[in-house]
């Protein structure tokens, strides 16, 4: 009998992103509005755009002249916390990642809205987990879509 690999989450949804809509953020527990971003001795209030194993997109309200200053931490480590607090859970818990900036710039198309990309150094055992159960979720709605579609479901009261 030959033992199957299993693949880790970080493994098996590599290249998936999860971009921040409220199903996402319901299903998955994070509290959209006490996320932050530690960058040396500044705290940036941020909010999650897309969520993957490798990197984390915030929304930040940042000005043109911020961004150019904090262009100068570009490649630096830096430290977000997510807060999380799942539907079976009376009390929400921190997750703090380690992470690298990657990428700062404005958004198109809006005023005072900036974007940091920052790469996990690696991604915490559990955030992967949240993600992970996430895209498990949707794999399951996927599937059981596939099977019931098309198929005619009778409503009536038995």
Excluded: W
């Excluded at 700062?104 to 993600?131: A, N, Y």
């Amino acid at each position: 009998m030959q033992k199957q690999a299993t693949l880790s989450y970080a493994e098996q949804f590599k290249d998936s992103v999860i971009s921040c809509s409220p199903f996402v953020l319901r299903s998955t527990g994070i509290i959209q509005t006490q996320t932050s971003l530690k960058v040396d001795t500044y705290s940036l209030a941020c909010v999650p755009y897309q969520l993957s194993m490798a990197r984390a997109i915030l929304l930040g309200a940042l000005s043109k002249e911020e961004i150019a200053f904090f262009q100068k931490f570009k490649s630096t480590l830096a430290g977000l916390s997510l807060t999380v607090q799942p539907a079976n859970a009376r009390e929400p818990a921190k997750i703090f990642c380690r992470c690298q900036i990657s990428g700062l710039g404005m958004m198109k198309g809006r005023d005072h809205v900036g974007l940091v990309v920052c790469d996990f150094k690696p991604i915490p055992p559990s955030l992967e987990t949240i993600l992970g159960d996430h895209m498990m979720q949707l794999e399951r709605l996927h599937a059981e879509r596939k099977d019931l579609q098309g198929k005619l479901v009778p409503v009536n009261p038995e």
